[in-house]
């Protein structure tokens, strides 16, 4: 099968913008170490093995004329055949397995080079400008992304279908990981948490903990490199009046978050914005107890919202808002767009709060009573 145009395009236009910032940066050549970069670099490709990992099994190495991978012999038939990295235009550097030598070393004698982390000598920390070039997306990426969003949405849709009182927290987290398996994704979160758990922890890893009435769910879905987030939640029986109440408030919250996402603002001017979201539901503490979300692409969060950043929200970058009150919480992930936001992983057939804010009404999801 010939390899899709799209693919090669997308990495021609990221070498010739990772060579401009190699040229601002006065710099011979980059060495993309992590997961995040060298999917980004390769258009997806998979250069991992260990997924528990954050540093790839293969690196790529860019200099101002050549693009490599460099690997060694036990992962170079994959990568060149099935991740089709030789016919995307890079090159391989491959060592035995056995061997403790760089198969770069020679390329990068005398050369100054950009890393992810630690500078030393003829070296320099070179995250900061991969990171932003990860997060501002081309056309191509964001085809992906819709594509990989509508998987998440589906495979949560999937296995929220299947929860049941009496099930644990750990089944309920395989049918979650199934559900992305199924679709040639990774759910590299799976958060489950049931009943007063919902309440008392943020990131509620599963236990054996058997579901009464409440669950909630969240999935990051890893595919093709990019890891679209998606949480919703399931309630067995008639909805007490204070969790429709907070899970409304959260709502707005949500909604102000994603009408407030425009390019020109900062992610610190969404964090105030957040800020005051809160104290106008009552709800004031709720920015103290949890991180509210941020940017992503190749990772789940790019950049985490903080007071007073100054990272400017761009264009075509995406975005995965979590606001959370105890008990509740409204996750999907969003594109800043041409005409504004675009919910990517929205459900069609999910039950939805409408919400009007300053004239604009948006679609969040309610919880789902069963």
């Known amino acids: 099968m010939p390899l899709p145009l799209e693919r090669k395009t997308e ?28 999917a980004w670099i390769a258009a ?32 170079v038939t994959r990568l060149e055949q099935e991740e089709e990295l030789g016919d995307l235009g890079f090159k391989f550097l491959v060592k035995p397995w056995y061997s403790d030598t760089d198969a770069a070393s020679s390329l990068l004698a005398g050369k100054h080079v950009g890393l ?42 999937e296995a929220i279908q299947t929860v049941r009182p009496g099930m644990s ?8 990981a199934e559900a992305a398996r199924e679709r040639g994704g990774t759910a590299v979160v799976n958060l489950i948490a049931s009943d007063e758990r919902i309440y008392r922890y943020r990131h509620p890893l599963p236990t054996e ?17 990019l890891i679209p987030s998606i949480t919703r939640l399931v309630y067995f029986g008639s909805l007490p009046e204070d969790l429709h109440a907070r899970a409304v408030a959260v ?42 979300g941020g940017s992503m692409a190749y990772r789940t969060r790019e950049v985490i919202a903080h007071p007073h950043d100054t990272t400017p929200i761009e264009l075509h970058q995406a975005f995965a808002w979590n606001p959370s ?46």
């Open 11 to 38: 990495v021609v236009i990221k070498l010739a913008r990772l060579r401009k910032q190699m040229a601002a940066q006065r710099i011979d050549a980059v060495r993309l170490t992590s997961v995040a970069s060298t």
């Open 44 to 75: 997806g490709a998979r250069l991992y093995v260990d997924e528990s990992s954050d540093l790839a099994a293969s690196s790529a190495l860019i200099t101002e004329d050549q693009a490599y991978i460099v690997t060694d012999n036990i992962e």
């Open 116 to 157: 992810e982390g630690a500078s030393g000598t003829n070296t320099i920390d070179f995250s900061m400008e991969l990171r932003h070039l990860r997060s501002v997306l081309q056309e191509e990426e964001i085809i992906r992304l819709r594509r990989v969003s509508a998987l998440a949405a589906e495979a949560m849709y």
């Open 169 to 176: 927290e750990y089944e309920v987290a395989a049918k979650l």
């Open 209 to 225: 903990k058997q579901i009464e009435r409440y669950a909630m769910l969240v999935l990051c879905l890893r595919k093709e490199g």
């Open 251 to 292: 709502a707005r919250v949500d909604a102000k978050m994603i009408l407030g996402t425009q390019p020109g603002r900062t992610i610190g001017d969404l964090f105030e914005l957040t800020r005051q979201a809160y104290q106008a539901e009552g709800f004031p503490e709720a920015i103290e107890e949890h991180h509210q």
């Open 325 to 370: 009150i105890r008990g509740v919480k409204s996750e999907d992930t969003i594109l800043v767009g041409e005409h504004g936001p675009e919910i990517l992983t929205q459900q069609v057939a999910w039950p939805a709060w409408d919400i009007t804010i300053d004239g604009k009404t948006l679609a969040r999801p309610a919880i789902l009573e069963r």
